[in-house]
C-alpha cells in the first residue's frame, strides 16, 4: 500500500515485493486469472500482472488475499468464514456500483473489502464473544454497535478506523470503515454512499455475517444513490446477484 502511493514508483520494485513470497505470488497470479477479473489472456508473471492490471488493481487483489489470511492462521471459524463472503460480496457490488457511477473501480472495490476490517479483527481476537454476538436479534441496525461496545468498550465501525489509521490507509477510506453502518447525510462523499448500498446489498443478497439480519427493501437501501443510478441498479439487480455468487465461489475455489 505504502510503495503504490507513491506516483512515481517502478514497476520492477512492485514486483520485487511481490516475488518476495513465492506462495503470495501464486495467489496474487491465480486471482488475477479468476472470473474476478475476467481477463481474456492468461496473466503468467507478476510483471505482466503489474503492466496488465495497473497498481491499484494489484493493490486490491494483494489487500483481498491479505484479508483472506485471516481464514488460514488456525483459528478459521464458520464467523471469520462469513465475514470474509461479506466484505467480498460488498466489493462486488461496489466495484458494480462504481461503474455505474463512473467512480474508480479499484478504490470503490477496496473501500467495500474493508470496511468491515473492524469486525475481522474483533472475531480474530475474541472469537468466542463475538460468535455469542452474531446470533443476537437486533431490533435496529445500530443496536449491534452498541451490544459490541456494551462487551468491548468499541464497537468495529471505531475499530476499523483505528486500524487503517495505523496503517496509514488514506482517510477517505478511514472514513468508509467509521461511517458505513449511518445512512449517509447530504453532503457525504460518494464513495461513503456507494459503500453503504454496498454492504447492505451484500446482506440482502445472503451473505450477512449475522444470523438473522435486518436487510431492508432494495428500493431503501439505494435511496441515497442518485435517481439514474438508482433506476439502473433495480433494473440489473437479479444479473447482479448472480454476479456476486459466481465470483465468490470461484475465488473461494481459486485460492483453496
Same mark, same amino acid.
Given at each position: 500500500?505504502?510503495?503504490?502511493?507513491?506516483?512515481?514508483?517502478?514497476?520492477?520494485?512492485?514486483?520485487?515485493?511481490?516475488?518476495?513470497?513465492?506462495?503470495?505470488? @501464486?495467489?496474487?497470479?491465480?486471482?488475477?486469472?479468476?472470473?474476478?477479473?475476467?481477463?481474456?489472456?492468461?496473466?503468467?508473471?507478476?510483471?505482466?500482472?503489474?503492466?496488465? %492490471? =495497473?497498481?491499484?488493481?494489484?493493490?486490491?487483489?494483494?489487500?483481498?488475499?491479505?484479508?483472506?489470511?485471516?481464514?488460514?492462521? +488456525? =483459528?478459521?471459524?464458520?464467523? %471469520?468464514?462469513?465475514?470474509?463472503?461479506?466484505?467480498? @460480496?460488498? @466489493?462486488?457490488?461496489?466495484?458494480?456500483?462504481?461503474?455505474?457511477?463512473?467512480?474508480?473501480?479499484?478504490?470503490?472495490?477496496?473501500? =467495500?473489502?474493508? !470496511?468491515?476490517?473492524?469486525?475481522?479483527?474483533?472475531?480474530?481476537?475474541?472469537?468466542?464473544?463475538?460468535?455469542?454476538?452474531?446470533?443476537?436479534?437486533?431490533?435496529?441496525?445500530?443496536?449491534?454497535?452498541?451490544?459490541?461496545?456494551?462487551?468491548?468498550?468499541?464497537? !468495529?465501525?471505531?475499530?476499523?478506523?483505528?486500524?487503517?489509521?495505523?496503517?496509514?490507509?488514506?482517510?477517505?477510506?478511514?472514513?468508509?470503515?467509521?461511517?458505513?453502518?449511518?445512512?449517509?447525510?447530504?453532503?457525504?462523499?460518494?464513495?461513503?454512499?456507494?459503500?453503504?448500498?454496498?454492504?447492505?446489498?451484500?446482506? %440482502?443478497? +445472503?451473505?450477512?455475517?449475522?444470523?438473522?439480519?435486518?436487510? =431492508?427493501?432494495?428500493?431503501?437501501?439505494?435511496?441515497?444513490?442518485?435517481?439514474?443510478?438508482?433506476?439502473?441498479?433495480?433494473?440489473?439487480?437479479?444479473?447482479?446477484?448472480?454476479?456476486?455468487?459466481?465470483?465468490?465461489?470461484?475465488?473461494?475455489?481459486?485460492?483453496?
Amino acid at each position: 500500500m505504502k510503495l503504490t502511493a507513491h506516483a512515481d514508483v517502478q514497476l520492477e520494485q512492485i514486483q520485487q515485493v511481490l516475488r518476495m513470497d513465492a506462495a503470495f505470488t @501464486a495467489d496474487v497470479l491465480r486471482l488475477a486469472n479468476s472470473p474476478l477479473i475476467g481477463m481474456r489472456g492468461e496473466i503468467k508473471s507478476v510483471m505482466q500482472a503489474v503492466m496488465m %492490471l =495497473g497498481l491499484e488493481r494489484i493493490k486490491a487483489l494483494s489487500t483481498t488475499l491479505s484479508m483472506r489470511a485471516f481464514l488460514t492462521t +488456525g =483459528g478459521s471459524t464458520d464467523a %471469520l468464514l462469513a465475514s470474509w463472503r461479506h466484505n467480498l @460480496a460488498t @466489493a462486488i457490488v461496489c466495484e458494480r456500483l462504481s461503474r455505474i457511477l463512473v467512480v474508480d473501480i479499484d478504490i470503490c472495490y477496496t473501500a =467495500g473489502l474493508v !470496511h468491515d476490517i473492524g469486525r475481522l479483527a474483533l472475531l480474530g481476537a475474541f472469537p468466542d464473544k463475538y460468535q455469542g454476538i452474531l446470533s443476537i436479534q437486533p431490533s435496529d441496525d445500530l443496536d449491534l454497535l452498541q451490544f459490541e461496545k456494551s462487551i468491548f468498550d468499541i464497537d !468495529h465501525c471505531q475499530a476499523g478506523k483505528w486500524i487503517l489509521e495505523q496503517w496509514d490507509f488514506p482517510q477517505d477510506l478511514c472514513e468508509v470503515a467509521f461511517l458505513h453502518h449511518q445512512k449517509p447525510q447530504h453532503g457525504a462523499s460518494i464513495l461513503l454512499r456507494i459503500v453503504h448500498v454496498g454492504w447492505r446489498m451484500a446482506d %440482502l443478497l +445472503g451473505f450477512s455475517v449475522l444470523s438473522k439480519p435486518i436487510v =431492508g427493501q432494495i428500493e431503501e437501501i439505494t435511496s441515497v444513490l442518485p435517481p439514474k443510478a438508482r433506476e439502473q441498479v433495480l433494473a440489473e439487480f437479479d444479473r447482479l446477484a448472480e454476479d456476486v455468487a459466481f465470483k465468490i465461489n470461484a475465488i473461494d475455489c481459486s485460492l483453496v
